[in-house]
């Protein structure tokens, strides 16, 4: 069997199943073991990192997205040369490596193309049984498949009873990227408590602030694709107690390397992590000395409030009596994670200016301590869903769902560990089931860039639209399977009357064919939403025009963000919103109470 490889870990993979004298191409990448470093070269990516800072690469990479141009240049001549049977390549992610769908013309009629898609550790073992079956080895993938695995447990059983270091693993450095897929599942299995990244998700940038905020004890330099040389530095001279001079911890190229090579290296690098465990934190005078076991003791927990039910504190919860009470109490606790928080922030502001809503809204506060520092909050107008702030300790989340017992809640959204530790504990108590119906995913924007030319014009909604607009705000439902509080025309008529939103259109001629909303202020931003084109005028660039003039208008008005929710399963409009600068900040979940 003649294979190209055009994966990293797929490269390692076909070595270990004992097939490196079929690999006839590979790569630039794929560059382990040292046997295959003399098979030709069929791809390279058309961006030379060698001297650019992390931030200019990430910049073209960005640009070249945005402008659909491939990362990858592929030889087509010399694959059509090389005859493969096989191409292994990956749909994960559009920077690590040439995707099944760019091979396009360049895959000769009859190679077989197989992608590798791992998001988790069990995909990674599974994608290994699933690769040797189709290059005819099935038996001994199954056999290196279970060594991963005993690998994985042997390292989580030597680990289980330590304590647990809050870990960061930046994906990238500028800006830091959290650690995404499989990376989570690896700090935990080596000891660690992973912070900012969820497993099984894809990576997404943060800020070193945000970072900083999340109070990592070890901080782990692991950009995919850098050497060590590259990784030497790690965050900028802004964060919190960078040592003088020092270095910060980092692993080598091969331990955690996680998007590109997930396998055989996975499992060693859980390992290794383990080891890491016992560095200082980012602050100590040199990280190349090896300081006392991690997590921080009681003291340090009590100053972060990340654990105040071990520094012997009660939480209490506060139920304000309205809007303004709410957020005297609890404003900078939101404030702090704004983009998480953009929901909680929007619906104040409607609360503000709408009268109708006011009387019925319900607030809840959990603080360290009466009159303590805030460490959970939550707010609902009936009939909508509970309202969930982002929370560093989840048992204010339990008081949260203690104190709201009394409380008629269809549903709820918040951050997904948040939202499913309260449904976790409400159908406990009750025996009343939740069903997760929609997971997003929330976006921030700081700076629009140009998407393609549309035709048209964008103009601001009035009452002759109304019938147009009613009809697109009930399809918008339909397709979402989102819950139907209020009749269409009512909705459009308060946004008509601009009371604290405002619903924009795209006019090309005499057609009316897409619309976008703005409305729900933060301290520093605003919320767009909903936004809706209707099937005959999709594809013309019509949304993705209006949202980038909308979102404009607002920075051009003074906001320093504007945010944005997607559903997560439509790739369509991810893919639409971050080509013209929506950057993925976090992931919430919407949950409905079934009926008892």
């Given at each position: 069997m003649r294979i190209i490889s055009l994966l990293p870990s797929a490269t390692e993979i076909i070595a270990a199943l004992g097939l490196a004298d079929d690999l006839v191409g590979r790569s630039n990448e794929c560059t382990y073991p040292a046997e295959v470093r003399d098979r030709p070269i069929v791809t390279a990516a058309r961006i030379d990192p060698t001297d650019l800072a992390s931030a200019d690469i990430d910049r073209l990479v960005r640009e070249s997205i945005a402008d659909g141009r491939s990362l990858y240049a592929v030889d087509a001549a010399l694959i059509d040369e090389l005859r493969p049977d096989v191409i292994v390549t990956q749909d994960l992610c559009a920077v690590c490596a040439v995707s099944s769908g760019e091979l396009g013309s360049a895959c000769p009629v009859g190679a077989e193309i197989i992608s590798l898609d791992p998001s988790t550790l069990d995909d990674v073992a599974a994608s290994i049984e699933t690769l040797a079956t189709r290059l005819g080895v099935a038996a001994r993938g199954r056999e290196l498949a279970a060594q991963m695995r005993a690998t994985i447990d042997a390292v989580r059983g030597a680990t289980r009873d330590q304590p647990r270091a809050?870990?960061?693993?930046?994906?990238?450095?500028?800006?830091?990227?959290?650690?995404?897929?499989?990376?989570?599942?690896?700090?935990?299995?080596?000891?660690?408590?992973?912070?900012?990244?969820?497993?099984?998700?894809p990576s997404h940038p943060t800020t070193w602030a945000n970072v900083a905020a999340a109070d990592p004890a070890l901080v782990v330099i692991a950009p995919c694709g850098f050497d060590a040389r590259r990784r030497r530095g790690g965050p900028p001279a802004c964060w919190p107690g960078t040592p003088s001079g020092g270095s910060w911890p980092s692993t080598g190229m091969a331990t955690i390397r996680g998007r590109v090579r997930a396998w055989p290296k996975a499992s060693d690098s859980s390992g290794t992590s383990s080891i890491l465990l016992s560095w200082p934190t980012p602050g100590c005078p040199s990280s190349s000395s090896p300081g006392p076991r991690w997590?921080?003791?009681?003291?340090?927990?009590?100053?972060?409030?990340?654990?105040?039910?071990?520094?012997?504190?009660?939480?209490?919860?506060?139920?304000?009596?309205?809007?303004?009470?709410?957020?005297?109490?609890?404003?900078?606790?939101?404030?702090?994670?704004?983009?998480?928080?953009?929901?909680?922030?929007?619906?104040?502001?409607?609360?503000?200016?709408?009268?109708?809503?006011?009387?019925?809204?319900?607030?809840?506060?959990?603080?360290?301590?009466?009159?303590?520092?805030?460490?959970?909050?939550?707010?609902?107008?009936?009939?909508?869903?509970?309202?969930?702030?982002?929370?560093?300790?989840?048992?204010?989340?339990?008081?949260?769902?203690?104190?709201?017992?009394?409380?008629?809640?269809?549903?709820?959204?918040?951050?997904?560990?948040?939202?499913?530790?309260?449904?976790?504990?409400?159908?406990?108590?009750?025996?009343?089931?939740?069903?997760?119906?929609?997971?997003?995913?929330?976006?921030?924007?700081?700076?629009?860039?140009?998407?393609?030319?549309?035709?048209?014009?964008?103009?601001?909604?009035?009452?002759?639209?109304?019938?147009?607009?009613?009809?697109?705000?009930?399809?918008?439902?339909?397709?979402?399977?989102?819950?139907?509080?209020?009749?269409?025309?009512?909705?459009?008529?308060?946004?008509?009357?601009?009371?604290?939103?405002?619903?924009?259109?795209?006019?090309?001629?005499?057609?009316?064919?897409?619309?976008?909303?703005?409305?729900?202020?933060?301290?520093?931003?605003?919320?767009?939403?909903?936004?809706?084109?209707?099937?005959?005028?999709?594809?013309?660039?019509?949304?993705?025009?209006?949202?980038?003039?909308?979102?404009?208008?607002?920075?051009?008005?003074?906001?320093?963000?504007?945010?944005?929710?997607?559903?997560?399963?439509?790739p369509t409009s991810n893919r639409i919103y971050q080509a013209i600068g929506y950057e993925p900040v976090s992931d919430v979940a919407e949950y409905r109470f079934d009926e008892p």
């Open positions: 809050r870990v960061f693993v930046g994906e990238w450095i500028d800006p830091p990227f959290v650690p995404g897929h499989w990376l989570p599942e690896m700090i935990e299995a080596a000891g660690g408590e992973a912070i900012l990244g969820e497993p099984g998700r997590p921080p003791g009681p003291e340090e927990r009590r100053r972060r409030l990340l654990s105040v039910s071990e520094a012997g504190t009660t939480l209490t919860v506060e139920r304000p009596p309205d809007v303004e009470a709410f957020l005297d109490r609890a404003g900078a606790f939101l404030a702090a994670r704004e983009a998480e928080n953009n929901l909680l922030f929007g619906v104040c502001s409607n609360l503000r200016v709408n009268a109708a809503i006011r009387a019925s809204a319900r607030f809840a506060i959990v603080a360290a301590g009466a009159g303590g520092p805030v460490v959970g909050a939550a707010l609902q107008t009936p009939p909508h869903r509970l309202v969930l702030a982002a929370v560093d300790d989840l048992d204010a989340v339990d008081d949260l769902e203690e104190a709201l017992a009394g409380d008629a809640l269809p549903g709820i959204i918040g951050p997904l560990s948040a939202a499913a530790r309260f449904v976790e504990r409400r159908a406990a108590r009750t025996g009343r089931p939740a069903r997760l119906t929609m997971s997003e995913r929330i976006y921030q924007l700081t700076e629009v860039r140009e998407p393609r030319p549309a035709p048209g014009a964008m103009r601001i909604a009035n009452e002759g639209d109304m019938p147009v607009l009613a009809g697109w705000f009930r399809a918008f439902a339909e397709e979402a399977e989102a819950d139907v509080v209020e009749e269409p025309e009512v909705a459009v008529a308060r946004w008509i009357a601009r009371v604290g939103k405002t619903i924009y259109v795209w006019q090309d001629g005499p057609a009316t064919v897409s619309m976008c909303g703005i409305g729900g202020l933060t301290p520093r931003g605003i919320r767009v939403g909903p936004v809706y084109t209707p099937p005959e005028h999709r594809g013309h660039g019509y949304a993705s025009r209006l949202v980038a003039e909308v979102s404009r208008t607002q920075l051009e008005a003074g906001r320093t963000f504007v945010f944005l929710f997607t559903d997560i399963s439509n």
